[in-house]
T-cell receptor, first 118, second 111 residues
């Protein structure tokens, strides 16, 4: 089954304790992205990656890091989490924007990771 | 960054009623997407629109790409309980650019 898998689904941590949220896709997508979802603000892009070793900042990158060493994986790293990073996080993947079958332009999202930083 | 507005923010309807919601942008877009997010899950693509005036259906859902290219509309006919969720629009100005998402419309369907 084609899917984007995030782990963990739920995480409670303390301020300053480094954490990593993993994301893996099995669709051979070049493009991957991280979003955070907060009430009333919708989905805001944190970082994205056009391909292996190519990453770029989205709209709200502060406090986050990413890496793209392999095509299928795109982990999100919080080096020193703070309470304002409490949120629902989504990973998404797709074929490169602007290429391929028009029906494939949409992103496939993971099921989300609910992070609480206390 | 670019801003998308969705209206209404939330709505409560009776089962069987039709639903209309819209999404507006201050910029001209060349692609609009509509997603639905079920409680506890990630968004799932419903409909994609690629040119002004386009009208596309997916079952009871119909979406339109506004003529001005600054808006899009989603209609749901004869709502059912499983239509409950948050509906997001997303748009982009040019091919190759990232999509920007709206804040969502939360739909509740009363039996």
């Amino acid at each position: 089954e084609a899917q984007v898998t995030q782990n963990p689904r739920y995480l409670i941590t303390v301020t300053g304790k480094k954490l990593t949220v993993t994301c893996s896709q099995n669709m051979n997508h070049e493009y991957m992205s991280w979003y955070r979802q907060d009430p009333g603000l919708g989905l805001r892009q944190i970082y994205y990656s056009m391909n292996v070793e190519v990453t770029d900042k989205g709209d709200v990158p502060e406090g986050y890091k990413v890496s793209r060493k392999e095509k299928r994986n795109f982990p999100l790293i919080l080096e020193s989490p703070s309470p304002n990073q409490t949120s629902l996080y989504f990973c998404a993947s797709s074929y490169p924007p602007g290429t391929g079958n028009l029906r494939l332009y949409g992103y496939t999202f993971g099921s989300g990771t609910r992070l609480t930083v206390v | 960054g670019q801003q998308l507005n969705q209206s209404p923010q939330s709505m409560f309807i009776q089962e069987g009623e039709d639903v209309s919601m819209n999404c507006t942008s201050s910029s001209i877009f060349n692609t609009w997407l509509w997603y639905k997010q079920d409680p506890g899950e990630g968004p799932v693509l419903l409909i994609a629109l690629y040119k002004a005036g386009e009208l596309t259906s997916n079952g009871r859902l119909t979406a339109q790409f506004g003529i001005t290219r600054k808006d899009s509309f989603l209609n749901i006919s004869a709502s059912i309980p499983s239509d409950v969720g948050i509906y997001f629009c997303a748009g982009r100005r040019n091919y190759g650019q990232n999509f920007v998402f709206g804040p969502g419309t939360r739909l509740s369907v009363l039996p």
